[in-house]
C-alpha cells in the first residue's frame, strides 16, 4: 500500500515539478519573445556527456549558431519564435529514451540529432511512438532511418562514407594492403570497417582488421603490427578520444603510413595532436572550411564571442564539419515548418520527406527511405605545419 | 511465523496498483485537457518503465548480496544474456536481413514471434495471443539462459570469498562483454550493432482498425512481470530455503554446522538471482528497444548496486523504493541542474551540463556514508498490516 | 624482430605502469582488506591535475604540486569514505569506495566537460628514442627503471623502518596491532599517502605515453592493476610489480598476434580470465602468504 502512496506522491511531485518547469520556460519564452507569443520548439537530441560529448557540442554549436541567426520563422502567416530544448542523451543507449522522453514532454515540434547512432536508434522508437519526426545530422548507420518512418537524415551513409575512403585509397595511394582498427563493440567503428573491407577487397586489395577494448589506451602494438605488415593505409574510423591517441602514439612510433579516417576524426582535438608530427592524415567529411565565405566568418565570430561556445569547440575556432551540418540541420527543421504551415508535429512529419535546401555543407533532399541524397563526400587533410585542415579532393563513391 | 496469514489485502493492493496504472496512462485519452504530464510519451512513464525493470534487477541482486551475503557484481553480464536471448528469439525472419546487414542475415533463422503467428494468425486476438505467448517464452528462456551460464560460472567463482567473488563475478561480466561484440560471432549477436525489431514494451499497446492506439498497456506490462518476479523472490525468501541464504549470510560457519549446504545453497541463491537478472535484461531490451553490449558494463552493476544499497541491502521493498526515486532522480526531477537556470534574472551558478550527476553522486555518497542501513534498512513494508490496520511481527528478518 | 621488440617495448612499459598502480592497491588491500576501487580514478584526477597545471605554472612545480595534491586526495577520500566505515561490514567499505569512484568520474565529467583532455609534453619523458630499430618515447625506457627503484625503496621503508613494522603488523592482525598500540589511523593514512603519491607518478608516466585524458580513463587501468595485485599475490609489493608486468606484456602480446586468428579483441577479457583462473587454482597468487580462516 505504501508503494501505492509512494506512485501516488510521485504523480504529486512530477505535477509540481512539472508545473515549475513549464511555468519556468513560459517566463522565459516571455521574457525573450519581442513579437511575444507565439513559439516552436525544436529539440535537441545530443549527447553533452560520454563518449560522443565532444562531438555532440560541437554540433549543438551549428544550431545555436543558426539559432541567433534566425530565431524566428514564418510558417501560415504567423512569425513564430524558435527555441531550442535541450535534452542530453548521454552518449549511452539506456539514457537515450528518457532523454527522448523528455523532449516529447517539452512538447518540442520536431527534433534534431543524435551525434552518434547509437543513441539516435534508441531514441528512434519513442520519437516514433509519440508522432515526432527526427531530422539526424549525422547518424550515419543505415539502421537509424530503416524501418523508422519518423527518422530522417541529412547526412551520408556508412556505406558510402567507406566507400569513399577505400576509392580515395586505392585512387591516391594505390593502396593493395590496408589496415583497419575499430573499437570492439562500436557499430560506427565496426560498419565502417566492414563496408570498407568489401570495397577494398571487391577492388582487388587486401584488408588486415582488429579490434581494440573499449577505453583502451596502449594502441602502439597495433600500430606496429600494421607497420610490420606492410599496409599502405591505415584505416581508423574511431571516436575522438581515441583518435587523438591513435594519431600521438603514431607520432612517436614514427609509422609513417597515411592514415585515413572517417567523419568522426575532423575534430580539431585530432588536428592539434598532428600537429608539428610527420603523419599524413585524411578524412572524409560532410564539410569543408571555406565552403561557404559567410557562414565561416559568422560561427568563428560566434564561437569567438561567446566563451561557451569556444570551450565547447575545444578552445579554438576551427570549424568542425559536424557544426556546419548541426547549422544546415537546423535550417532544414525551418523548412519543414515553413513547409508544415504551423508548429504541428503531424505536419511537420508530413512536409519532411519533400523539403529541399541548399545548405553549407552541400544541397539535401530526403529518398523514400529518408535518408539525404548525397553523392559526393570531402576528403581533407591535416596540414601538419600549420595546424589546419587543407581541402584535398571532393571524391564520389564508385557507384555501387 | 506459524500463523497462517492471508494474502489477499497484498494481493487487493496490487490490483489496485496495476488499475491505477493502466488509468494513469490511459487517462489523457479521456481527459485531453490534462497537462503534458499526463502524455503517455511524457518522462514520467519513461520513468515507471524504467524502474519496474530496475527494480526486478535491484531485488534480485538483493537476493544475492542482501538476503545471502554473497557480493556479486555480474550482474550487468546476466543481463546482457537475457537481453540477447529475448532479441535473438523475438526478431521476425522478416527484419532479420535488415538487422543483420553487416552479415548478410542471420544464421539463426527461428523466430518465436513468426511461429506463434503461424499458429495463432498475424491478425486479431491471434495476434495478440501469439504476441504474448512468444514474449513470455522467449523471457522465461532469457532467464533460462541467464541461469544457466550462472550454473556454470558458479562452480568455480562461488568458492571465493567476499570481496574475491565481486571481482571474479565483475571480470566474467567483462569476458561475457567481449565475446557478444566480437564481430566473428556476428551472424549470431550481430557484433557490435544492435539488435532491433523485435516486440517491445510499446508493442502491447491495443491499437484499433486504423492504427491508433485504444489502450495503452506499455507501462502496465513492466509493472506486471515485475510484480510476478518479485513475488516468487518474496515467496522463495519467506521459505526455508530462504531461511538457509539468511543464515549463510548471518554465519556461514554456524550455518554449515546447522547443516545447511553451503555451496547447493549458494548456487541457488545465485542461479535463481541470474534468473531473474536475465528476466530483467529481456525487459530492459524491450525499455530500449534494442540489445546491445555496449549498454552492459560495469557501470551498469554499480548503479544497481547503489540503489540496492539505497533501498537496503536485506529489503526487498526498500530496493523497489529505491529504484523508483533512484530512477525519478537521475533521469527526470534532477535534470534542470544539467542546463543553465534563472531565478529571476539570476543565473543560478555551476548548473552546467555533468552537475546532476555530480550532485547525484554527492547525494549517494552521503546515503552510503551517513545511512548506511539505506531508506529501509533490512524491514520490508508489509501490505497486510497497512491493510488489516493491526502491525504484525516483522517476521524474521533482523538479525 | 623488430616487430617483436616494438611489442615487448609497450609491454614492459604498459607493465610499468600497471605496476605503479598495483603497488598502491595492495598495500591498501593488505592492509584493510578493502578493494580500493577508487584509487584508479585518483590515477585519473592526478592526470587531468597535471594538465590544468601545466597550463598555467612552469613544469617544475606543477608536477610536484600534482603529487602533494594527488596525496592529498588519497589521505582525504581514506578519512571521509573509509575510516567512518571502519567497524562496518566490508562490503559497505567496499560500496563507498564504489560512490567514491563515482564521485570522481562524475566531476571529472562535469570539470572537462565530457571532452577528452591533452596531457602536455614533458620535455625529456616525450623525447623519442631508437631502440633496435624500433622508435619509442624514453618514458617507455625510464618506466621500469622507475618501478624498480620505487620497488627496492619501499621494500626498505616496510621492512626497516618502524612505519615499515607497524604496516606488517597491521597487515597480519587489524586488531592485534591495535591492542599493542599501533596508531592504525596513522599507520593507514601513510599507507593512502604512499599509494596516491604512486599513482601520480605513475599518471605522469602513463599520460606521457598516452596522452589523451577521459573521465574513464582510470577505470580500466585501476581495475588492470588490481589483477596484477591480486596475480602477484595481494600484500606483496614485489608480487604486484611481477603480476603487472606479466599482465602488461601478455596484453601487447595479445593484442600483437595476427589480426586473421581475431583474438584481440580479448586482450582485456584475458586478464580477467587470467583472474578468476589464479582465483580459483592459487587464491594467495604467486608471493602472498596462505590465509588461514580462523572460526
Known sequence: MKRIIAVMLTGIMTLSLAACSSAGSAASAGGGASSGGDVIRIGVFE????????????????????????????????????????????????????????????DVSLVLGSYGSGVSMAGGPKFEEAGLAAIGVTCTNPNVTAGNDYYFRICFLDNFQADVLANFAIEKFSAKKAYCLGENGNEYDQGLVA?????????????????????????TSYLNKAKSEGADVIFTPVSIAYAKQIMEQAASLDIGIPFLGSDTLDDNMVLEATKDTNLQLFVSTFYQEGG???????????????????????????????????????????????????????QIKGAIPSVKWDGVSGSIAFDEVGDAVRDTAYIKTADTSTGTWAFEKVQTGSGK | MSEKKSNLPALIGIVILFLFIILLENIRSFIPGLPMIFDPMSPLFTVLKKAAVYSLVAVSMNLLNGFTGLFSLGQAGFMLLGAYTYAILTVPSAMKDQVYYLFGGCAFQFSLVDFFQGIFGSAGAGYAVGLILSCLIAIILAGVVAGFFAFLIGFPVLRLKSDYLAIATLGFAEILRAIFQWQTLGPVTNGANMIKGFPTFTSFNITGA????????????????????????VLLINSSYGRAFKSIRDDEIAAEAMGIRLFSH??????????????????????????????????????ILLIVVIGGIGSVSGSVLATFLYVACSEWWLRFLDSEQYIGSFKVPLLRNGFRMVVFSVVIMIIVLFFSQGIMGNREIDLNAIFTGKKRRSGSQGK | MEYAISVLLSGISVGGQYALIAIGYTLVYGILRLINFAHGDVFMVAGLMGIYFTAVLPISLSLPLVIILTVLLGFTIERVAYKPLRDAPRMSVMISAIGVSYLLQNTATYVTGGQPMTYPTIPFLSGTVNVAGTQTKWVVILTPILVLTLVVLLSLLINRTKVGMAMRAVSKDFETSRLMGIRINSVISVTFIIGSALAAVGSVLFFTNYP????????????????????????SIPGAVIGAFIIGICETIIKGLPSSWDVSVFSDAFTFALLILILVFKPQGLFGEAATDKV
Do not use: H, W
Open chain 2, 210 to 233: 486504423g492504427g491508433q492506439v485504444v489502450l495503452r498497456l506499455s507501462t502496465f506490462v513492466p509493472f506486471l512481470i515485475t510484480t510476478v518476479c518479485i513475488a516468487i523472490i
Open chain 3, 212 to 235: 589523451a585524458i577521459t573521465p574513464m580513463a582510470g577505470a580500466m587501468p585501476g581495475l588492470k592493476a588490481f589483477v596484477a595485485a591480486v596475480f602477484g599475490g595481494i600484500g
Open chain 1, 195 to 219: 563496408f570498407f573491407t568489401q570495397v577494398f577487397e571487391a577492388a582487388g586489395g587486401e584488408v588486415i582488421s582488429d579490434s581494440f577494448p573499449t577505453n583502451n589506451s596502449d594502441f
Open chain 1, 292 to 346: 561557404s565565405e559567410t557562414f565561416d566568418k559568422g560561427i568563428k565570430d560566434y564561437i569567438n564571442n561567446n566563451s561557451d561556445a569556444l570551450t565547447a569547440n575545444g578552445g579554438n575556432d576551427t570549424i568542425s564539419a559536424v557544426t556546419a551540418m548541426g547549422y544546415d540541420a537546423y535550417y532544414v527543421a525551418l523548412e519543414a515548418i515553413k513547409a508544415a504551415g504551423s508548429g504541428d508535429k503531424a
Open chain 1, 47 to 106: 549527447p553533452s556527456t560520454g563518449d560522443s560529448a565532444s562531438g555532440g557540442k560541437k554540433e549543438i554549436l551549428g544550431m545555436q549558431y543558426a539559432n541567433s541567426e534566425t530565431p524566428t520563422v514564418e510558417a501560415g502567416g504567423k512569425t513564430y519564435k524558435v527555441e531550442l530544448v535541450y535534452a542530453d542523451n548521454g552518449s549511452s543507449a539506456d539514457k537515450a529514451p528518457s532523454a527522448a522522453s523528455e523532449l516529447v514532454g517539452k
Open chain 2, 266 to 303: 549458494k548456487m541457488l541463491s545465485f542461479v535463481i538471482s541470474s534468473f531473474f537478472a536475465g528476466v530483467g535484461g529481456a525487459m530492459f531490451a524491450m525499455y530500449v528497444a534494442n540489445a546491445q553490449a555496449k549498454a552492459f558494463t560495469s557501470t551498469m552493476t554499480y548503479e
